[in-house]
């Protein structure tokens, strides 16, 4: 079977993996937004074993590209079938007894800069909603710093996504931190990575009291 398969996805994987190894517990609960080829998908669950992972996408030809991956490496055991989720949606379509389910992470790799912003604002509603108490978001992909000088290959990489679609484009940081902070999250941690990207983790501010 032909599997839809990114190079990228290829490249990262084992970075972010090292660095999820590193800030994850044992075990827990992981909502993937934007799976894509569901390579990552695949990857975490193979290394992380007392994980489980719900992928989602909002392509539909995806979703089933994902599953058939999945049923490959053997791991429907700790991978749940691929949901068909879009940020957008109001309501994300993942309830346990009729209220939001709750995960302990929700991972997004590479989709903030290949959208509308609107995107942004619907991931961090969204993971305001489905985070555990103690949950973490983490982002990963390309972003703007302000201070920061833009690597040349971010410069040329933002110029071409900006070509391809007007409302897409490399997010300043700072805009996706108030974006994150409307909704009650907080940026808490930066790493930088390869290729001149960050791995952000997010998490629900401290109560005021
Ligand atoms: C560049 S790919 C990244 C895929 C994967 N996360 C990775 O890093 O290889 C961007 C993905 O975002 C998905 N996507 C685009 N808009 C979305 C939305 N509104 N909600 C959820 N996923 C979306 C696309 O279908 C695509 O699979």
Do not use: K
Not at 43 to 68: C, K, T
Not at 124 to 146: F, K, S
Not at 194 to 202: E, I, R, S
């Amino acid at each position: 079977m032909n599997l839809p398969f990114s190079p990228a996805a290829e490249r990262n994987q084992q970075v972010i993996l090292e660095r999820l190894q590193a800030l994850l517990p044992d075990s827990g609960s992981a909502l993937e937004i934007a799976s894509g080829t569901g390579q990552h998908a695949v990857g975490f669950a193979q290394h992380l074993p007392g994980w489980r992972w719900q992928p989602s996408e909002a392509d539909e030809a995806l979703v089933s590209a994902i599953d058939a991956r999945v049923q490959i490496a053997g791991l429907q055991a700790r991978v749940r079938p691929a949901l068909r989720l879009d940020v957008l949606a109001r309501s994300w379509p993942i309830q346990c007894d009729g209220q939001p389910e709750a995960f302990d992470l929700i991972f997004c790799a590479n989709l903030l800069h290949i959208s509308p912003w609107p995107v942004c604002e619907g991931l961090m509603h969204g993971a305001a909603t489905h985070l555990a108490p103690e949950g973490r978001l983490v982002t990963y992909g390309p972003y703007l710093e302000d201070g920061v000088p833009t690597a040349p290959g971010n410069q040329a990489f933002d110029a071409s996504l900006r070509a391809n679609n007007a409302a897409w484009g490399i997010r300043r940081l700072e805009a996706v931190a108030q974006q994150a902070q409307a909704t009650g999250l907080a940026l808490r941690e930066r790493y930088a990575m390869p290729a001149n990207n960050l791995l952000v983790v997010w998490a629900r501010e401290p109560a005021a009291y």
